[in-house]
């Protein structure tokens, strides 16, 4: 732990925290920007927004925890989002999920190792009139087939290991 | 001269199917054929035909073109926008008589509708105010403001407006409350918390018509005595709430938003709060704890938010699409307002119908129109000319509507008494290869994994009747399970804090109302009638119909399938992962769901 208080680069959340400077309701704003900037929360910066609002870090840790959107661990550079809405689910979406997650090792969900890809389920993303569909970061794909589900991923596969080499 | 309009739909639907590219394109083959003095390009809010997106409709005749692709922009600017002759092959296709329509008006989808809420989604360019205003946007507000606060208030309340939310509570007295209460400072919120999967008319109304439910909100603060307001929305949102922060800034500039409105002494200000991902911040209270940076979790009520909510002060909390409403309230008049819809549910509702139907996208119509009619004449009918066996409406919180009850009047009243209820407005359609315990048990998956936990009818009941399910599913389940379920699930209603609860068996109680035979053959027979449960199905290869080429054998990402060229090829049930891949690629439907293949070696 002790190493990643001396890495971890507190600047650009003291100006976050410097934004939200007596202002009611601050937390959940805060933990967002703080995502936005480092990717995920850091337990360091957990520790810090704990004390810069005066309040105990449980309380903080509570919030992050109860919503879906905060993350605690560090996540992969493209995030797949597989659409599981009742429309998405009555079309398929479960056998997209579960071909893009086994052609990727991760059964259930979660990041690869290597911190190219986070898979994860998401209740609704409101196209339902394309369903089955996806978002990889923020493109969205629509009207999807396993297989064409499987193309789209590969494309950013072929990306990941041309980085890689 | 005026320049000629050219529309493209740019909600979430018709984005997702690459409306920004077709813009791009439209822009840059308009600047080659120096034609940018002449047309406009107009981004527009969600048009509701989300199926034949991207949408792209050319005035002054609104011809509509369908599934647009950047390939077929430069057919549409040379032969239509240059030549003026209309370019047949990308008209709607009615399913039905395969004719070509042009006129989008004409089109049953958008003719058999009636739109209020809707009337200026996909038509006005919603990072505009100017355009709001010019089709009577604010009028409402100045009326109100006119008005005395009493006098507004029961406006809402003679026009019979329900929240929209899903409970249906009567706007109008829900806004008395709220003036009643004694306190120097109250608050109005929004919710466009929408959850619901399967729903999308709040993300619509938001970015399409922005400029709409400020306007409510706005007339809803001067009626209650409010100064201030929050939208609360979904984080998953992103465009909504780019929309609405621009429409708020417009709203400021133009003195529609700020201090003293209309020199009427009126102040009010909102402001935007992004949700951070979770279902039951559509409770009110949940949602008022949310806001201000806690937990989203219920409280008892009373006290009811219009006595105490935010911070402890008076707030006024309705729906997206009920201050959507509002407007048209103020400015047709009440009396004009209560004459459409049913004795107890007036106006119209938005429904997001999806699933397997046609013409999915947006539906606005009257309160108290049939399902049918919503699922025939302007969803155009099922799927594949499939069968049609349910709808499912109200999401986790509502319930299926079974084919023998499809000429029930969509309204409050008439859906609880079916055992669903109206919430939000999602509308699944689904057909014969839907499994229905299947269905119950993904709400339950749903609802389990969103409870927040803090009491435990809907923390240990949902979980214990999800594990019910899920048994069922795999062919597990126990001949008393049906009762078992229904036993729970009334005790989860009665016991449940808030509405999560209260509502979450309702999916699995109104499939075993009306599916009970399905359950029973998952229990008694151990088969799935649709189809869809993966323990109870195997992929078969049918030996008639195989002819060898080897297609599935490449396709199966476990080596389960084997045979030589030009033979009936077979499959390995020890390592087939049951994942489909076979069925996909056949070209010949030569792999189908079957029976599972120990089964039938046992009946052989």
Known sequence: MSESVQTFDGAKLNAILSRFVGKPGALIPILQQTQDEYGYLPREAVRRIARGLRMPEAQVYGVATFYAQFHLKPRGRHIIRVCLGTACHVRGAEMIFSRITSALDLNGGGTTEDLAFTVEKVACLGCCGLAPMMMIDDETYGRLTPKSAMEIVNGYLGETLARAS | MAKRRIL????????????????????????????????????????????????????????????????????????????????????????????????HAKINFYAKQERIVLKNCGVIDP???????????????????????????????????????????????????????????????????????????????????????????????????????????????????????????????????????????????????????????????????????????????????????????????????TFANVPFILREGWEKYAAIGTEGSKGTKIFALTGKVNNTGLVEVPMGNTIRKVVYEIGGGVKDD??????????????????????????????????????????????????????????????????????????????????????????????????????????????????????????????????????????????????????????????????????CIKACPVEAISGEKKTVHTIDYDLCIKCGACMEVCKLDAVIRGKPAAQKEEAA
């Open chain 2, 386 to 551: 499939r069968e049609f066996k349910a709808v499912q409406i109200g999401g986790p919180s509502g319930g299926c509507i079974p084919n023998s009850l499809i000429d029930t009047p969509i309204d409050y009243d008439s859906l609880v008494e079916a055992g669903a209820m109206m919430g939000s407005g999602g509308m699944v359609v689904v057909d014969d290869e839907t499994c229905m315990v299947d269905l119950a048990r993904y709400f339950l998956e749903f609802v389990q994994s969103e409870s927040c936990g803090k009491c435990p009818p809907c923390r240990v009941g949902t979980r214990k009747m999800l594990e019910c399910l899920k048994r069922i599913c795999d062919g597990e389940g126990e001949a008393d399970d049906i009762d078992w379920l229904i036993n729970v699930g009334e005790s989860i209603k009665s016991y449940s804090l808030c509405g999560l609860g209260q509502t979450a068996p309702n999916p699995a109680l109104t499939t075993i109302r009306y599916f009970r035979d399905e359950y029973e053959a998952h229990i008694k027979d151990r088969t799935c009638p649709a189809g869809a449960c993966q323990a109870l199905i195997d992929y078969v290869i049918v030996a008639e119909k195989c002819k060898g080429c080897g297609l």
């Open chain 2, 127 to 321: 990072e505009s105010i100017a355009e709001y205003v010019d089709r009577g946007g604010y009028d409402g507000l100045r009326k109100a403001v006119s008005m005395d606060r009493v006098a507004v208030i029961e406006a809402v309340k003679q026009s019979g407006l329900r929240g929209r939310g899903g409970a249906g509570f009567p706007t109008g007295l829900k806004w008395d409350f709220t003036y009643k209460a004694d306190s120097e400072k109250k608050y109005i919120v929004c919710n466009a918390d929408e959850g619901d999967p399967g729903a999308f008319m709040d993300r619509s109304v938001l970015e399409g018509d922005p400029h709409a439910v400020l306007e409510g909100m706005l007339v809803a603060g001067y009626a209650v005595g409010a100064d201030e307001g929050y939208i609360y929305v979904r984080a998953e949102y992103p465009l909504a709430v780019k929309r609405l922060r621009i429409a708020i800034e417009q709203a400021e500039e133009q003195g529609y938003l700020g201090s003293d409105i209309f020199d009427s002494g009126f102040s009010f200000h909102v402001s935007v709060k992004e949700g951070a991902g979770a279902f039951v911040c559509g409770e009110e209270t949940a949602l008022l704890a949310s806001i201000m940076g806690k937990r989203g979790m219920p409280s008892p009520r009373p006290p009811f938010p219009a006595t105490s909510g935010l911070w402890g002060k008076p707030t006024c909390l309705n729906n997206v699409e």
């Open chain 2, 8 to 103: 493209l739909c740019a909600g979430s639907g018709c984005v997702s199917s690459g409306a920004w590219k077709v813009k791009e394109e439209l822009l840059r083959k308009l600047d080659e054929r120096g034609l940018t003095e002449k047309f406009e390009v107009v981004a527009s809010g969600c048009h509701g035909f989300c199926e034949q997106g991207p949408l792209l409709i050319i005035y002054p005749k609104e011809t509509l073109y369908c599934r647009v692709e950047p390939d077929d922009v430069s057919e549409i600017v040379e032969e239509h926008l240059i030549g003026d002759r209309v370019v047949e092959r990308l008209f709607y296709k009615d399913p039905e008589t395969g004719e070509r329509i042009a006129d």
